[in-house]
């Protein structure tokens, strides 16, 4: 057992926490949102290419430095810290991740590209009815000659509009929950008979509904491994956000605790007062608990799928609560001026907000480790 | 970063077990699983064979007694004790007074107290609370008055555990009536067949002898039984109180805890259905259960820097803080997992009763367990003082 982290894996934190320090300031971020795009490509340019940071979680074989989750957890925590809405989840997490488990001719394919940052990938995963059961698509993936026909519609997908590529669900068969029939598709975002409409999100990201009529794919769009690799997957992805959920309940202490040693009022900080200092206590060990349970889930990732199912839906479960609590406890310890646009803390508050549901509640979460850990066993 | 064993650390756990196994007292097995009240020879029992074995003091630095193992090993040791339903030993000489001892204690004092400690052969208790001094420990009126080569101390202690069984206390006294609350206090070692005290014991909710009151009176304690200098007994206190927050933590016990919930709950019925299939019931438990995994990678966590050089702090009042809350919510979910046979009160039956017992017997000691453990979130600091020194302490509030 050694819970530390090696000198390369600190390197890379202090790279990152470095470069957004100096471009990544609370105003610099406002004005990135405001823009058409959403964005400024340069900075993701700049990660891939000045940096090399988008390399951090692949195997020397196709370019990285050869690391994986623990550096994903890194860097997510690193973005979560200046609210960043750059497409790294979805790009190299998910994306990124989907190919490394499927290896071979695909990953060669696609991962230089990622690596270079030249492709953004957005994970359509989500239907309207579905919640978040990943199985419940109605998109179909029809078998035609060599390739697919693709219909239907994927809701909230984050980072679309920025998209090269889609990663998609869709069914090959199967009725509308079944798990059998679920496949994963990596596709040109651009294809014939894909529209989108795209719109900000409240946590100042982009996103769009995406609606597939009779588009066209190749069979090579097809990374095999069916519901079994998109559980993989996501779960890898809900422990980057819970890594990024650490940085960004950090913050929001930290911003609450310096607020509350500014603020008078009573003629005293309000940092004196005891019932704050004990509330920003328990914001304190709330932000300590989901980084201890990040770092759990991370170690679980490679578990045997029961195993690390367990361990991620605890880690979700725990770090969701602790999201809220710590959010609206900053929220309400800063005041009228929490409920502004003007401070970050709001802003923090926001991402925070919708991080408790990304990829699963908690309670969808406790119901998940229920089924699988304590109904097992009875 | 990675938490799997090596083979060394599979091999330790493999010689643990059998240790356990071939040297855990025969009548000592599934005592601590029933709640029954342990008497002084059972928990020395146990002591005894840990220390012929070495094992009795592994936190402790080889050079004085320790074992010498890693974290990893501490780790692999207290899950084992805990997964056997080892009885836990009594901290007041092996994690209280005895790292006082090693670490502010003369050379003497080292010699003459740390191999008592070690073989068992001293039963310590702690006299630091008292009638006027809770959560404010440093306004303890106890005075010690030097007389020669004596102190004379003059007093009372309170919620002394197991004074009823002790050859030895720890005491706070204060030595300097005049000086600001923490600097006139002082640290004394005291044999507690001195003339002049007295032990008289409170009985607690669940009905258990476990505190005591200890009176002191003209007690005559010689000078050379003070620990670190004098009026500088604080910066003991303060040392102790932090290292007996990490063990309170008590990981391995809860999830112990946790399973025999799970197992009364897959006994009891629920109409149709255990109570473990009952989706309420069964959330408190995954909810429980995912706080102990969240406490235990804190402790891991804290572990590992104390491995790397960074001795306990305050961010073990964390440790302490959500350890005892849920200590205190596994008693209460087993209480409400027994349903009707949490009442009956076996303490009520006169000596020598020799009926069936009533109800379930994993619903026998629910009740007292519920009311006993209440102790854990005021003992050792209550949590309200853990919030207050974590606020000072760590967030410079």
């Known amino acids: 057992m050694d819970f530390t982290y090696n000198e390369t894996q600190g390197m890379i934190r202090d790279t990152l926490a470095r470069f957004l320090a100096d471009t990544y300031d609370f105003e610099t971020r406002q004005k990135m949102i405001a823009t058409d795009a959403g964005r400024d490509p340069g900075i993701w340019n700049a990660l891939a290419n000045e940096l090399g940071l988008l390399g951090a979680a692949f195997?020397?074989?196709?370019?990285?430095?050869?690391?994986?989750?623990?550096?994903?957890?890194?860097?997510?925590?690193?973005?979560?810290?200046?609210?960043?809405?750059?497409?790294?989840?979805?790009?190299v997490v998910i994306g990124g991740g989907a190919l490394k488990t499927v290896g071979g001719a695909q990953a060669a394919a696609h991962i230089p590209g990622i690596i270079s940052g030249e492709t953004i990938i957005a994970f359509a995963y989500a239907e309207p009815q579905g919640r978040y059961d990943l199985a419940n698509i109605h998109t179909t993936a029809k078998a035609d000659g060599s390739g697919y026909i693709l219909n239907g519609h994927k809701g909230v997908v984050y980072c679309a509009p920025?998209?090269?590529?889609?990663?998609?669900t869709a069914r090959t068969g199967g009725s509308t929950r079944e798990r059998n029939g679920v496949e994963l598709f990596l596709i040109d975002a651009n294809l014939p008979g894909i529209t989108r409409r795209d719109y900000p999100t409240v946590d100042g990201n982009r996103a769009s509904e995406i609606y597939f009529e009779n588009v066209a794919i190749p069979?090579?769009?097809?990374?095999?491994?069916?519901?079994?690799?998109?559980?993989?997957?996501?779960?890898?992805?809900?422990v980057a956000v819970c890594a990024e959920a650490t940085g960004v309940m950090a913050k929001l202490h930290e911003g609450t605790l310096d607020y509350s040693k500014q603020r008078q009022q009573f003629g005293q900080p309000i940092a004196r007062f005891?019932?704050?200092?004990?509330?920003?206590?328990?914001?304190?060990?709330?932000?300590?608990?989901?980084?201890?349970?990040?770092?759990?889930?991370?170690?679980?990732?490679?578990?045997?799928a029961l195993e690390r199912m367990g361990a991620v839906s605890q880690c979700k479960a725990k770090v969701s609560r602790g999201a809220k609590f710590v959010g609206q406890n900053a929220i309400?310890?800063?005041?009228?001026?929490?409920?502004?646009?003007?401070?970050?803390?709001?802003?923090y508050f926001k991402r925070a907000t919708l991080i408790e549901g990304q990829f699963g509640s908690a309670d969808y979460h406790y119901d998940r480790f229920e089924r699988l850990v304590i109904d097992e066993a009875a | 970063m990675d938490m799997e064993f090596t083979a060394e650390d599979l091999a330790f756990r493999d010689e643990v077990r059998a240790f356990i196994s071939e040297n855990y007292p025969q009548e000592l097995r599934g005592k601590q699983d029933e709640g029954d009240e342990l008497g002084k020879e059972d928990f020395l029992a146990w002591h005894r064979i840990l220390h012929k074995k070495g094992w009795v003091a592994p936190a402790w630095p080889v050079e004085y007694g320790g074992t010498g193992w890693t974290p990893t090993q501490r780790y692999i040791w207290s899950e084992e004790t805990a997964r056997a339903d080892c009885i836990r030993l009594m901290p007041f000489g092996l994690s209280m007074v005895g790292p006082v001892i090693y670490t502010f204690g003369t050379p003497e004092q080292k010699a003459k107290f740390l191999p008592r400690i070690l073989s068992g052969e001293d039963w310590w208790c702690q006299g630091y609370s008292e009638p006027g001094s809770g959560s404010d420990l440093a306004s303890l009126r106890t005075k010690a008055v030097r007389d020669g080569n004596d102190y004379v101390v003059n007093g009372q202690k309170t919620w002394t555990t197991m004074a009823q069984h002790a050859d030895w206390g720890f005491f706070l006294v204060r030595t300097d009536p005049d000086a600001k609350q923490q600097e006139g206090i002082s640290f004394l070692l005291v044999d507690m067949k001195t003339p002049g005290i007295t032990v008289r014991p409170i009985i607690t909710l669940g009905g258990e002898h476990?505190?005591?009151?200890?009176?002191?009176?003209?007690?005559?304690?010689?000078?050379?039984?003070?620990?670190?200098?004098?009026?500088?007994?604080?910066?003991?206190?303060?040392?102790?109180?932090?290292?007996?927050?990490?063990?309170?933590?008590?990981?391995?016990?809860?999830?112990?805890?946790?399973?025999?919930?799970?197992?009364?709950?897959?006994?009891?019925?629920?109409?149709?259905?255990?109570?473990?299939?009952?989706?309420?019931?069964?959330?408190?438990?995954?909810?429980?259960?995912?706080?102990?995994?969240?406490?235990?990678?804190?402790?891991?966590?804290?572990?590992?820097?104390?491995?790397?050089?960074?001795?306990?702090?305050p961010e073990s009042s964390l440790l302490k803080i959500k350890g005892s809350e849920i200590q205190q919510r596994i008693t209460e979910l087993a209480l409400e997992a027994v349903g009707h046979y949490g009442a009956p009160y076996f303490r009520g039956f006169g000596e020598g009763d020799?009926?069936?017992?009533?109800?379930?017997?994993?619903?026998?000691?629910?009740?007292?367990?519920?009311?006993?453990?209440?102790?854990?979130?005021?003992?050792?600091?209550?949590?309200?003082?853990?919030?207050?020194?974590?606020?000072?302490?760590?967030?410079?509030?």
């Open chain 1, 59 to 91: 195997g020397e074989e196709h370019g990285g430095l050869g690391g994986g989750a623990l550096e994903n957890g890194l860097l997510m925590e690193e973005f979560g810290k200046v609210i960043a809405i750059e497409p790294y989840l979805q790009t």
């Open chain 1, 162 to 168: 920025w998209a090269t590529h889609l990663l998609v």
């Open chain 1, 219 to 238: 069979g090579d769009a097809l990374l095999a491994g069916g519901i079994d690799l998109i559980d993989k997957v996501v779960d890898e992805a809900t």
């Open chain 1, 274 to 304: 005891q019932v704050l200092q004990h509330r920003m206590v328990d914001m304190f060990m709330e932000v300590e608990q989901a980084k201890s349970m990040t770092t759990y889930a991370t170690l679980h990732l490679d578990k045997p």
């Open chain 1, 332 to 347: 309400q310890t800063h005041g009228g001026i929490g409920i502004t646009q003007e401070l970050a803390i709001g802003h």
């Open chain 2, 210 to 313: 476990e505190v005591n009151e200890v009176w002191l009176e003209d007690v005559r304690v010689p000078v050379e039984n003070r620990v670190y200098e004098e009026n500088k007994g604080w910066t003991c206190a303060k040392f102790l109180l932090a290292h007996e927050r990490t063990g309170i933590a008590g990981v391995a016990s809860s999830k112990r805890g946790i399973e025999r919930i799970k197992d009364i709950a897959r006994s009891e019925q629920d109409g149709d259905r255990p109570l473990l299939a009952n989706p309420f019931f069964k959330r408190k438990v995954a909810e429980l259960q995912t706080d102990l995994t969240a406490l235990e990678f804190t402790e891991l966590r804290s572990l590992a820097g104390e491995a790397a050089g960074r001795p306990p702090g």
């Open chain 2, 354 to 397: 020799n009926e069936h017992p009533i109800g379930p017997d994993y619903a026998h000691r629910t009740a007292p367990s519920y009311f006993n453990m209440r102790k854990t979130t005021i003992y050792g600091g209550s949590n309200e003082i853990q919030h207050n020194i974590i606020a000072k302490m760590v967030l410079g509030l």
